[in-house]
């Protein structure tokens, strides 16, 4: 029991902390959770403020380690992931002065700010990019597990194909049952190759660390591939067609930055592509294979989803 | 199996695993210095973590309940010369049935629920591990590729059936929706406050008596009936058993139904004592730990219930050790604990030699054959 009291003690004595958990893929994956880390990163750069970080092994962990870095004095803990929704309910519930954000999911509590993401809309310009790029006319997408957001990437992934050439052929693979899914870059590459056997020349990935091996695979072959969720056009220049960005980071970083300064807001925040959340990527790796022309396209779509001429659908589970 | 060199059963079963424990903590201590962290702070952290307040013991003893009850699942199979590796898969589907009966009998009172839930978890754990049962004992299939197969089919319709059909409607989380609070077992922070002892609210719960119970009943089951005898029989030796009017199939079938029903009652733990709900790969691998367990605990109750402690320890004392030191991130964790593993399990006749031949000269009479 002491040492409850000490931890309580503790509180009115420190200053700001930030914490932050990660979800099943940790902080490395180089993909969603990796771009949540880097923009807690940059707050710490920014402000000289040191966060509290945790990469959970199960679920239990979430709600002590949420608990936990509550009571040792964090003012503001963002969870990483929708997995994470029943623990922040919990945890949010038994700390009413502390702040909660979640990302991908929404919960309902007076102190839990909840950031929701248009993926369908950046995964929509992907599709469109991939159909634009695609000489044979088969595009392929290779996902996580089989779960609603990924299918929400799916989703818009498809349409977005098929409002470019409604008769393209798109191959949809999942990597896995388990949450090992997101971490098989292995797995990642034979699907790729297997849908470049069949003729697809583009492959998009909304696999977290298994994307790797896609695109890792599509370099290899000389063929297409599109990022996810961080910009990774970096990774194989001139392969990687362009990327559906998914500005977790900045979400990450708002909400510390927010917190401090005391203007953070509980509530149900959805960014896409109007609110710059999300975004296909364009910079100086993928200037060679997404050429003008295509980028036109992509942009003029872009304003037109943005002003609601374009209606993208969205996956309900 | 040979025994290289025979121990006075304290050294056995006390000093030889301690032996190894410290092995393993040295070499740890070793890792965590040349990552630049001092090893001392990091042990007692790590203890601090696992048993330093009621909290930490709280989870500790949460985390070792479903250890016991996958430890005690491999230990009944290999008293009847199997191995069974699916135990994450059995835990998944007991799991479901635990978790179905809680979904739909919310509105029943609670002690009509909880046998209901009980059973429903052993025969849903029982029936996942009757297939790789009966194809091993009627089609010879080996029991432990069938089994490590039925990890992933069961994951596979697990993740199909919370996407499609369990999962509560407009989230995006493959969760069902939350049990109704009378088909969810008491943590053990409210048994004791009825009783008047305070204890802070931790996930342990009522699952923790039951893993116990399961102990004792596997105990009388395994060492103390008729049945028992002809399991260790015709796991020792199956011509003998044969020869004694034991059928070694029908064994082999009865022992996975029992190892798959205890592997199944990890859901009472997981889902009706702690998350409340249906959730993806709830399991996490305590199926594969369970195999750790049993191997530590010399397939016996009472070593199983160590091991599952210390198993435990090492999850929570872990996870406490990387949330306060940063640089000792989940995969060291997880190095910690492969090197327990792995001096406890694989190492174990390292030190036995030299052991038994330093207690021969000191101790005298305990001679090694």
New interface residues.
């Given amino acids: 029991?002491f040492?409850?009291t000490g931890a309580a003690a503790l509180v009115s004595a420190k200053d700001f902390l930030p914490a932050i958990v990660y979800d099943f893929g940790?902080k490395f994956d180089r993909s969603f959770n990796q771009s949540a880390s880097e923009g807690a990163e940059k707050f710490k750069r920014d402000t000289g403020i040191a966060f509290?970080?945790?990469?959970?092994?199960?679920?239990?962990?979430r709600?002590?380690?949420m608990a936990?870095s509550a009571k040792r004095g964090a003012n503001i803990i963002v969870a990483v992931g929708?997995?994470q929704?029943?623990a922040v309910e919990k945890v949010a519930k038994q700390f009413p002065n502390v702040k909660f954000t979640i990302i991908?999911?929404?919960v309902d509590l007076p102190n839990v700010q909840s950031i929701n993401f248009r993926e369908q809309e950046s995964s929509f310009l992907c599709g469109m990019a991939a159909a634009l790029a695609s000489k044979t006319g088969k595009i392929g997408f290779v996902g996580g597990?089989?779960?609603?957001?990924i299918r929400k990437f799916a989703l818009g992934y498809v349409e977005g194909a098929h409002y470019v050439n409604p008769g393209i052929e798109v191959f949809q693979n999942m990597t896995g049952?388990?949450?090992a899914a997101w971490g098989d870059p292995t797995k990642g590459a034979e699907l790729a190759k297997s849908q470049f056997g069949r003729g697809a020349d583009v492959v998009f990935h909304a696999a977290g660390a298994t994307g790797i091996g896609v695109m890792q695979a599509a370099a290899d072959a000389g063929k297409l591939s599109i990022g996810c969720d961080s910009n990774q056009d970096y990774l194989h220049p001139g392969s990687v067609l362009t990327s559906a960005v998914k500005r977790v980071d900045v979400a990450v970083y708002k909400a510390f930055e927010d917190a401090k300064n005391g203007t953070w807001q509980p509530g149900q925040l959805v960014l896409g592509l109007a609110e710059n959340g999300v975004d296909y990527s364009f910079d100086e790796h993928n200037r060679t294979v997404l050429t003008p022309a295509m980028k036109q396209r992509l942009d003029q779509a872009r304003a037109d989803i943005v002003s609601g001429k374009l209606k993208v659908s969205e996956y309900?589970? | 199996m040979s025994t290289p060199a025979k121990l006075p059963r304290w050294a056995e079963l006390g000093l030889l695993p301690a032996i190894n424990l410290l092995a393993a903590l040295l070499l740890s201590g070793v890792i965590i210095k040349v990552i630049g962290e001092s090893p001392w702070a990091a042990l007692k952290l790590m203890a601090d973590g696992a048993f330093g307040s009621q909290e930490s013991v709280g989870y500790t003893l949460y985390y070792s309940t479903n250890f016991i009850f996958t430890g005690l699942a491999v230990a009944v199979a290999y008293h009847a010369g199997l191995f069974n590796i699916g135990g994450d898969g059995q835990a998944y589907l007991g799991g479901l049935g635990t978790g179905l009966v809680c979904l739909w009998l919310g509105s029943w009172p609670f002690w009509a629920v909880l046998p209901l839930a009980v059973i429903a978890g052993a025969v849903f754990g029982a029936a996942w591990a009757f297939i790789p049962a009966y194809l091993q004992a009627r089609r010879g299939s080996h029991i432990v590729i069938t089994t490590i197969m039925f990890n992933f089919i069961a994951s596979a319709l697990m993740t199909w059936l919370l996407v499609n059909i369990l999962i509560k409607p407009g989230q995006q989380s493959p969760e069902s929706r939350e049990f109704a609070p009378n088909a969810t077992l008491p943590g053990l922070h409210t048994l004791l406050g009825k009783i008047g002892i305070p204890f802070t609210s931790t996930p342990l719960n009522l699952a923790f008596l039951f893993a116990l119970a399961a102990g004792v009943l596997v105990w009388v089951l395994v060492w103390r009936t008729r049945w028992g005898y002809a399991l260790r029989v015709a796991g020792q030796n199956s011509a003998a058993a044969v020869y004694a009017g034991i059928r070694p199939s029908r064994i082999t079938i009865q022992a996975m139904l029992l190892s798959g029903a205890l592997a199944g009652l990890l859901g009472l733990n997981e889902l009706m004592g702690s998350q409340h709900r249906i959730l993806l790969d709830f399991p996490a691998g305590a199926g594969f730990v369970g195999i750790a367990v049993a191997l530590m605990g010399r397939n016996h109750p009472v070593g199983i219930f160590f091991a599952a402690v210390l198993f435990g320890a090492l999850m929570q004392g872990g996870s406490q050790l990387s949330f306060d030191m940063p640089r000792v991130n989940r995969d060291m964790v997880v190095v910690i604990q492969g090197l327990v593993i792995l001096f406890c399990g694989a190492l174990e006749n390292v030190f036995r030699g030299p052991l038994a031949t330093l207690l021969a000269r000191f101790g005298g009479r305990k001679d090694a054959p």
């Fill in positions: 029991m040492l409850l940790g509290r970080e945790f990469e959970i092994t199960n679920a239990a962990q709600e002590q380690i936990q929708f997995t929704a029943s991908d999911a929404v597990m089989d779960i609603p957001l049952t388990t949450p309900k589970p």
